[in-house]
């Protein structure tokens, strides 16, 4: 079970951390993942992290999103820096089955948690 916390609104070029306690051991999973889904637009990746720590970011939030992970508390975090109000969307946590960063590498989902965006 994923469940995510942290959304809320912001206004253009603040910031935003989102989490996502995971249910079992974060450690064993082969990545985790945050996607979000635009009003009226297809689910997109935003970022991985491997269990070798390696990281993938959409290009669209490279240098402005930092994704980690705790696998003490188990807990996948995403860090939402220069937020634009093109980022409003809804965001989920995903386990992976790969390191590829696309919806159809997804094990579990989220319920999401909204993030707006004001200009």
């Known amino acids: 079970q994923l469940v995510e916390s942290g959304g809320g609104s912001v206004q253009s070029g603040g910031s935003l951390t989102l989490s996502c306690v995971v249910s079992?051991?974060?450690?064993?999973?082969?990545?985790m993942a945050w996607f979000r889904q635009i009003a009226g637009k297809e689910r997109e990746g935003v970022a991985l992290?491997?269990?070798?720590?390696?990281?993938t970011y959409a290009t669209f939030v490279k240098g402005r999103f930092t994704i980690s992970r705790d696998n003490v508390k188990n807990t996948l975090n995403l860090q939402m820096n220069s937020l634009k109000p093109e980022d409003t969307a809804m965001y989920y946590c995903?386990?992976?089955?790969?390191?590829?960063?696309?919806?159809?590498?997804?094990?579990?989902w989220g319920q999401g948690t909204q993030v707006t965006v004001t200009s």
């Open positions: 995903a386990q992976m089955k790969n390191r590829q960063l696309t919806v159809r590498s997804v094990v579990s």
């Open positions: 992290i491997a269990s070798d720590g390696i990281k």
């Open positions: 079992g051991n974060i450690a064993s999973a082969v990545s």
